[in-house]
């Protein structure tokens, strides 16, 4: 079938026999140049349906100044150069996004960890071995008491302490987080 001026008139007129003819006509070869330029049959079929929705919503307003052929295959080229940019802009927007979360993810962990262990620091010595034993290694007190020649009393005595001085130097999502990470269950 050849498409003739008429089906172009018909279109402005709002003919839907005409526009099933131009579709008809021109969408296999508009595919395939969307599909050349895109490399994705999905986004070539989006471009060529988009295309044509905007030909009958727009059709009053069509102006072609060369040939209908040439309308149509330059607005197919023109919107899959569009389509591949945008998808190439978006792809690269999302792992430079990616790149920042992860590396603001890292100095966060980073930042967590130093006050973590700036908080474990400033606990005295033995009040700090004994509460890592406890709750990190998981020794029972009264392994601990034995160990260190210690009442059970007083190794309770000493992680109480150890709990009540990080509760004050740590924020309350800092403290979860590092009995999330670091303590293990009882």
């Given at each position: 079938?050849?498409?003739?001026?008429?089906?172009?008139?018909?279109?402005?007129?709002?003919?839907?026999?005409?526009?099933?003819?131009?579709?008809?006509?021109?969408?296999?070869?508009?595919?395939?140049v969307a599909y050349r330029i895109t490399g994705n049959k999905s986004m070539?079929?989006?471009?060529?349906?988009?295309?044509?929705?905007?030909?009958?919503?727009?059709?009053?307003?069509?102006?072609i100044y060369k040939s209908f052929r040439y309308y149509c295959f330059s607005?197919?080229?023109?919107?899959?150069?569009?389509?591949?940019?945008?998808?190439?802009?978006?792809?690269?927007?999302?792992?430079?996004?990616?790149?920042?979360?992860?590396?603001?993810?890292?100095?966060?962990?980073?930042?967590?960890s130093e006050k973590i262990r700036s908080a474990l620091d400033s606990l005295?010595?033995?009040?700090?071995?004994?509460?890592?034993?406890?709750?990190?290694?998981?020794?029972?007190?009264?392994?601990?008491?034995?160990?260190?020649?210690?009442?059970?009393?007083?190794?309770?005595?000493?992680?109480?302490?150890?709990?009540?001085?990080?509760?004050?130097?740590?924020?309350?999502?800092?403290?979860?987080?590092?009995?999330?990470?670091?303590?293990?269950?009882?």
């Amino acid at each position: 079938m050849v498409l003739d001026m008429n089906d172009v008139e018909g279109l402005r007129q709002g003919d839907r026999s005409c526009f099933e003819n131009i579709f008809n006509e021109y969408s296999p070869d508009l595919y395939v140049v969307a599909y050349r330029i895109t490399g994705n049959k999905s986004m070539a079929e989006d471009i060529v349906q988009d295309f044509f929705v905007k030909l009958w919503v727009n059709r009053e307003k069509l102006s072609i100044y060369k040939s209908f052929r040439y309308y149509c295959f330059s607005a197919i080229h023109y919107a899959s150069l569009n389509a591949v940019r945008t998808k190439y802009r978006n792809t690269e927007l999302s792992e430079e996004l990616e790149d920042t979360f992860s590396i603001e993810r890292e100095m966060e962990q980073a930042e967590l960890s130093e006050k973590i262990r700036s908080a474990l620091d400033s606990l005295p010595e033995k009040c700090r071995i004994i509460f890592l034993e406890a709750c990190v290694e998981e020794h029972s007190y009264l392994e601990i008491a034995q160990k260190y020649d210690l009442s059970v009393n007083t190794v309770k005595v000493q992680v109480s302490k150890a709990y009540r001085i990080l509760r004050e130097k740590l924020t309350r999502e800092q403290l979860f987080i590092f009995f999330l990470i670091f303590l293990k269950s009882e």
